[in-house]
């Protein structure tokens, strides 16, 4: 009867993590677009613990449901299948716009679709934000310096980017996001924030999303050749996800409307990264070179003076305990998969 199929839905009712009871008055509504991604899952969580109420809008390109699982059925939280290309009309009060694919084998996949979702895409978000006077805040990237004459990026550096070239989708994708926030603060008074992001790290990475740290990692634990395009003299920063989140969430409420750089300074050669990455896993792989990868930004490294200053906000979480974090990640995701060929 009725009476029992409530009480069996009752007890299979999820459990979720305790989220903090926030008051009306401070609890938000957010729209983290491309939430189901790395970076975007870790926003929600972290948005969710502190009471929020979270719409996520992906269009699982790169993105999987199984980051944010945990969270559907919660009261406070709602997916939405949506491409952000088209158009979408609903209330919310802050938007983190975070879609796009984000690695370069990911972003060159399909470079016309990388360009409409930044463009088209961007544009909806913040004509989106002007009807319902929400805060956008753009996940922008490093890659708006290109391949860098300064060193290290301050904000202020307009940046050294080929515009015809295979990353052009991308970074000239970000670049023209950025352009169209200002003109939408400046032309109809939308609250915007631009958070440049440098390399980040951490659990949910995709596996096959062809970036240094996930290469290097999958490769190291399963003792195959560890492949550094090129020398490795090139150089590259590593922050670690939560680092980040909670210095997109410190831009988002804070006044400052002109980009932030948010990465951790502490850089690395790519060598000298693969070695770390050999010791760290205790790894028997050899360390061999291939073709360096064309416009290959030789060395990034983020000034985040500005960040320390404006959003008293620095990254905490030191490399090694980052890494075996992620380690652990993709040891549980190899034996998942093998689990999972076996059956
Ligand atoms: P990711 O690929 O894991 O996440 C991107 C998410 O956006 C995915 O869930 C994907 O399915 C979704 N998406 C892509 N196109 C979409 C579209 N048209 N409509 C709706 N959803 C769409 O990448 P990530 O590393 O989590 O990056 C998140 C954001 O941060 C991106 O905007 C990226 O450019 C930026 N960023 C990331 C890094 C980094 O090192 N991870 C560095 C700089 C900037
Ligand atoms: N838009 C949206 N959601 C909204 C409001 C607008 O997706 O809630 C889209 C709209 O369809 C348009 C874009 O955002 O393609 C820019 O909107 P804006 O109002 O600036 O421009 P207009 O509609 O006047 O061209
Ligand atoms: N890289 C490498 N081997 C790999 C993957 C990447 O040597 O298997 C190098 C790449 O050429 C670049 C750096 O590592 O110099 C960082 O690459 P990634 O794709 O992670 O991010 P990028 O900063 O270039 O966007």
């Known amino acids: 009867n009725l009476r029992q199929k409530v009480e069996i839905m009752d007890a299979e009712k999820k459990k979720y993590l305790p989220v903090k009871f926030l008051a009306e008055k401070n609890r938000k509504r957010i729209l983290i677009t491309g939430g189901a991604g790395f970076v975007g899952s870790h926003l929600v969580d972290r948005l969710m613990l502190m009471g929020h109420e979270v719409t996520v809008v992906d269009n699982f390109f790169t ?4 980051n944010i699982e945990h969270w559907i059925g919660h009261e406070n939280f709602e997916l939405i299948h949506h491409d952000v290309v088209t158009p979408l009309f609903i209330e919310v009060d802050q938007i983190y716009h975070l879609a796009c694919p984000a690695s370069p ?8 679709k990388t360009i409409k979702t930044s463009s088209i895409g961007t544009l909806n978000m913040l004509g989106l934000a002007k009807r319902v006077s929400a805060t956008l805040l753009l996940a922008s990237t490093s890659e708006v310096y290109g391949d860098p004459e300064e060193h290290p990026q301050k904000e202020t550096y307009w940046g050294h980017v080929n515009p015809i070239g295979p990353r052009a989708c991308y970074d000239e994708g970000k670049r023209v996001a950025e352009t169209m926030c200002y003109a939408y603060k400046s032309q109809s008074g939308v609250k915007v924030r631009v958070a440049r992001i440098f390399n980040t790290f951490g659990p949910r990475m ?6 240094v740290v996930s290469n290097f990692i999958l490769q190291a634990l399963q003792g195959e050749a560890i492949t550094i395009y090129g020398k490795g003299e090139q150089t590259r920063s590593f922050q670690y996800v939560t680092d980040l989140v909670s210095g997109l969430i410190a831009l988002m409420n804070s006044d400052e409307s002109s980009p932030v750089n948010l990465g951790n300074p502490d850089e690395h050669t790519i060598l000298q990264f693969a070695e770390l990455i050999k010791d760290v896993t205790n790894s028997t792989s050899v360390i061999i070179h291939k073709d360096a990868a064309t416009d290959d930004p030789r060395k990034r490294k983020p000034d985040i003076s500005k960040a320390r200053r404006i959003l008293g906000w620095q990254p905490i979480v030191p490399l090694k305990d980052g890494l075996s974090k992620t380690i652990a990640y993709f040891k549980a995701e190899l034996e998942q998969e093998s689990k999972n060929k076996r059956n």
């Open 105 to 112: 084998p990911h972003y060159m996949y399909n470079p016309v």
């Open 206 to 211: 995709h596996m096959a999303d062809g970036r």
């Open 63 to 66: 993105g999987r449901k199984r």
